[in-house]
């Protein structure tokens, strides 16, 4: 899987509205700024998640972007599907979409597979704990391991 710029920048956007004390909208400015992000680009990002009903903006002077609902409600996997749509397609399609013939018929076990595995991790974690910087041990386990940072 390649984790989209998108789904990076809308993270990353998420993570700085979770972590203001006071959950006060902040502005796309002050957003892309803090996390280095064209605006142009957050501004797109911002309208993505606000049709997946994750963030809400505000008008007037101390209008801005803020969660539509509990940081801890939204998951990873809700940000990149809002932003990216599927975890995992094979050519467009969903992996249970997909059909192969003979021998090639295995192949559609390996995309479920490993749309499983993403799942066990990305729905597992919530802006909240990302926020927090307190992941949990499903994921920090896994990280735990040398072999888990080294490319292959």
Same mark, same amino acid.
């Given at each position: 899987?390649?984790?989209?710029?998108?789904?990076?920048?809308?993270?990353?956007?998420? @993570?700085?509205?979770?972590?203001?004390?006071? *959950?006060?909208? =902040?502005? *796309?400015?002050?957003?892309? &700024? &803090?996390?280095? #992000?064209?605006?142009?680009?957050?501004?797109? #990002?911002?309208? /993505?998640?606000?049709?997946?009903? @994750?963030?809400?903006?505000?008008?007037?002077?101390? +209008?801005? %972007?803020?969660?539509?609902?509990? *940081? /801890?409600?939204?998951?990873?996997?809700?940000? #990149?599907?809002?932003?990216? +749509?599927?975890?995992?397609?094979?050519?467009?399609?969903?992996?249970?979409? =997909? !059909?192969?013939?003979?021998? $090639?018929?295995?192949?559609?076990?390996? %995309? @479920?597979?490993?749309?499983?595995?993403? &799942?066990? =991790?990305?729905?597992?974690?919530? #802006?909240?704990?990302?926020?927090?910087?307190?992941?949990? $041990?499903? =994921?920090?386990?896994? !990280?735990?391991?040398?072999?888990? %940072?080294?490319?292959?």
């Amino acid at each position: 899987m390649r984790v989209s710029t998108k789904s990076d920048y809308a993270l990353r956007a998420l @993570i700085e509205m979770a972590g203001r004390a006071d *959950a006060t909208p =902040v502005s *796309a400015d002050e957003l892309g &700024r &803090r996390q280095d #992000i064209p605006s142009g680009f957050l501004q797109a #990002i911002l309208a /993505d998640l606000r049709r997946a009903g @994750i963030v809400v903006s505000q008008r007037g002077q101390s +209008g801005g %972007w803020r969660l539509a609902k509990d *940081a /801890d409600t939204v998951s990873v996997a809700d940000v #990149i599907r809002a932003v990216d +749509g599927p975890l995992v397609s094979v050519y467009g399609l969903r992996p249970e979409a =997909v !059909t192969y013939k003979d021998s $090639a018929e295995v192949l559609q076990h390996v %995309w @479920i597979a490993a749309r499983r595995s993403l &799942r066990d =991790v990305f729905e597992e974690v919530s #802006i909240q704990q990302l926020a927090d910087g307190d992941l949990p $041990a499903a =994921v920090t386990d896994r !990280t735990a391991d040398e072999d888990a %940072w080294q490319p292959h």
